[in-house]
């Protein structure tokens, strides 16, 4: 059950949160648990940096590196949009 899978990585979150962590780790253990409870292709994660940009920092896999480098590059793509805007977006992709 997904809510169940979702509670689970909460947790775990939670309690990694209340010790020391280094936090590259946390946001790819994020990541990859964003993929397996959303049922996603893949996932990445960016911050906000300096001056209002987003800056990338970690991805699932090597194909989705490349589009949230290509994303951090140029300041432009759905992530980017989605961060502006503060809406959800939904991406397809072709296989």
Do not use: N, W, Y
Not at 66 to 90: H, K, M, N, Y
């Amino acid at each position: 059950m997904p809510s169940d899978q979702l509670f689970d990585v909460l947790r775990r979150f939670a309690a990694t949160m209340a010790r020391r962590f280094e936090i590259d780790e946390v946001l790819q253990e994020v990541t990859e648990h964003a993929v397996s409870v959303l049922g996603a292709v893949g996932a990445g994660v960016s911050v906000t940096a300096p001056g209002g940009r987003l800056r990338f920092v970690t991805a699932t896999s090597e194909r989705i590196v490349a589009i949230e480098r290509v994303q951090d590059e140029l300041q432009a793509g759905v992530c980017v949009e989605a961060f502006r805007t503060g809406s959800t977006i939904a991406m397809s992709t072709a296989s």
